[in-house]
């Protein structure tokens, strides 16, 4: 039998890292970096940053009290809305309570299976599109490619394919944005005004406020009847019923960005990071177009159809969960087995240890298709690209059968090879490849 591919994860020291190192080198810049062997191991961390007290919960029975059985006890914490305010204000994302209830409400709709359903020709046009530009021998960075294309599904299918916001401006801008948030992590942490001094900081900013500024105009344009019948012009519909004015027209601007960030980046980090472990596994690669080429050629519903691709992309999601963090922070008081929780604790799930703990998974840090083959064993909260609970990520269906759906269509018609380039891990809120990912196409004949 062949050895299964293990690909290459940050260093795990034997002792733990001591909290200060957070605050330089690449555990600064990349959330994934700096953790010891030890966390892999246990159920439990406590750490005290700044005066922050951080349970780290790895225990998927903890995991399920806090997102789940007690949910109603743990909001998004405040050093997130700081960090995420400028951008996506009190959206969907980062609202609580009664607030996050109404909006979740009126999205839920535009999400169902049926919702989705009606999307695959905007999936299969925008992976089409994508392929218009590639040719044979062609090195391209499928990073690149990738978010172009996420992007461009999410413009069309929420944004009425609004071209402002499929533009290389657009790309750019986010890129920088999100290369400012280690920055405005540590400003945030140690409690000083969001500030940038760094140039990337700077960048970073400038990001926002066009990001801002270009969402406040495609929402004005619906506002005042220039632009019907799109997922944004309903939901601005549905703010304005509920909300005053004023309120609904901040709230309208808060959801087109966080649909807009939320629905792109994520998808486009999830199928970069397939297409690196396709391109390091050439065999497995070789049996999945296959099977691709075999579900094109019988119809529109090719996500349907390609049961060993979804195993692939759920094994894809384990490695590399786009969203590596999240968190949580207490209301009141409440109990975790034998620690107290007192008002003001942060509770922090993090799916990157979760997904290679070895309490929960054999040989974790291998790549194993037939690992999701089979449910018997598995905790539903030892597995959390996209989280659980009521808060659950309320576009993961869309998620998957998109990027079947571009999987699919690409892997039918190309071949995606390694060029040894390192696929290392990056980011501070989503897990992007550093430098991106150049690979080789070949078509397939
Ligand atoms: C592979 C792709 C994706 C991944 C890995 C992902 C991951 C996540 C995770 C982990 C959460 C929960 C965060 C928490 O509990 O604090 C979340 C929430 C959310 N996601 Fe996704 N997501 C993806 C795609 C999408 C798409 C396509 C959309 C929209 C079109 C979307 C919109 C949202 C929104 C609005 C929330 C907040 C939900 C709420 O709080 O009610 N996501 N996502």
Redesign the pocket.
């Known amino acids: 039998m062949n050895r299964p591919f293990t690909p290459p994860y940050p260093p795990r020291p034997e002792k733990p890292v001591a909290t200060w190192r957070g605050f330089f080198g690449e555990r600064a810049r990349t959330s994934v970096y700096g953790w010891s062997q030890r966390a892999f191991e246990i159920g439990y961390l406590k750490r005290n940053i700044l005066g922050f007290r951080v349970h780290i919960l790895l225990d998927p029975n903890l995991i399920q009290h806090v ?1 789940l059985d007690n949910a109603a006890n743990y909001a ?1 914490p405040d050093i997130v809305k700081t960090l995420l305010d400028p951008i996506i204000g009190r ?3 980062t ?1 609580d309570a009664q607030l ?1 209830r109404e ?2 409400r009126i ?1 839920a709709a535009s ?1 169902s299976p049926a919702a989705v359903e009606a999307q695959r020709g905007t999936f299969v046009e925008a992976a089409a599109r994508a392929m218009e530009g590639w040719s044979d021998g062609q090195l391209l960075d499928m990073a690149a490619e990738s978010t172009r294309t996420t992007m461009t599904i ?1 413009a069309l ?2 944004f009425g394919g609004d071209p402002r916001l499929i533009s290389n401006e657009s790309m750019a801008q986010i890129a920088a944005a999100i290369e400012g948030f280690s920055e405005a992590r540590m400003l945030a942490l140690f409690r000083l005004p969001q500030i940038p001094v760094t140039p990337k900081g700077r960048a970073g900013k400038r990001g926002q406020i066009y990001l801002r500024k270009t969402l406040a105009e495609v929402v004005d344009d619906r506002w005042h009847g220039r632009i019907k019948g799109d997922f944004l012009t309903g939901m601005i519909d549905a703010l304005r019923k509920q909300f005053s004015e004023q309120e609904a027209r901040a709230l309208s601007i808060d959801n087109a960005a ?2 807009y960030l ?3 980046e ?2 486009a ?2 199928l970069s990071w397939t297409l690196f472990l396709l391109a390091a596994q050439p065999d497995l690669q070789e049996e999945l177009a296959l099977e691709a080429q075999a579900a094109l050629s019988k119809g529109a519903d090719v996500a349907e159809r390609v049961p060993r691709l979804r195993l692939f992309l759920s094994e894809s ?1 384990r490695l590399y ?3 590596p963090r ?3 922070q207490a209301v009141g008081h409440d109990k975790l087995g034998e620690e107290e929780v007192e008002p003001g604790d942060v509770l922090s ?1 993090w ?1 990157w240890i979760l997904h290679r703990h070895r309490k929960l998974w054999d040989d974790p840090d291998a790549f194993d298709i037939e690992r999701f083959a089979e449910k018997r064993g598995r905790h539903r909260f030892q597995y ?13 269906q ?3 059968t ?2 079947l759906t571009i999987l699919a269509h690409w892997l039918g018609k190309w071949r995606f090879v390694d060029i040894g380039h390192p696929a290392e891990a990056a980011g501070m809120v989503t897990l992007r490849p550093k430098g991106g990912l150049p690979l080789k196409l070949e078509a397939r004949r």
């Not at 959390?384 to 993961?396: I, K, N, S, Y």
């Open positions: 997102l998004k959206g969907l994302l609202a996050w909006q979740r999205v999400f999410i299918a929420l966080t649909f939320a629905g792109h994520t998808t980090n999830a999601l969960p786009p969203v999240f968190d949580r799930i799916p959390l690209p996209f989280g659980a609970g009521p808060r659950t990520c309320v576009g993961a869309f998620a998957t998109e990027a």
